[in-house]
Nanobody, 122 residues
Framework: VQLQASGGGLVQTGDSLRLSCAAS????????MSWFRQAPEKQRELVAG???????KYADFVEDRFTVSRHNAKNTAYLEMNSLKPEDTAAYYC?????????????????WGQGTLVTVSS
């Protein structure tokens, strides 16, 4: 069972990126899929998540700039990030949980991707 995050890179302020999280080894259609991020010397924090039914939840700092989605047939989740800011610079991780709700606690996610680095220059 594996989650593979991709799509990170170096961009400028105001640019966009689309992160992907491809799952393999089992179907994650019944799982909550979430994105977390961790900046240097900071704790990992929830960015956004989506339930199996399509209900989404976003951190306050997203401010309508990001969109989380999923394609169950492809076993893939996405995070579309627009209007990126330097403070969005972090390693972004996807995670899967058997919960019925998007949860903030990292301890409640059973599967994690390896992280993809997003760097936003000013």
């Amino acid at each position: 069972v594996q989650l593979q995050a991709s799509g990170g890179g170096l961009v400028q302020t105001g640019d966009s990126l689309r992160l992907s999280c491809a799952a393999s080894g089992r179907s994650f259609s019944g799982y909550v899929m979430s994105w977390f991020r961790q900046a240097p010397e900071k704790q990992r924090e929830l960015v956004a998540g989506i339930t199996s039914g399509g209900t989404t939840k976003y951190a306050d700092f997203v401010e309508d700039r990001f969109t989380v989605s999923r394609h169950n047939a492809k076993n893939t989740a996405y995070l579309e990030m627009n209007s990126l800011k330097p403070e969005d610079t972090a390693a972004y991780y996807c995670a899967a949980s058997q919960s019925s709700r998007v949860l903030h606690s990292t301890r409640l996610y059973e599967y994690w991707g390896q992280g993809t680095l997003v760097t936003v220059s000013s």
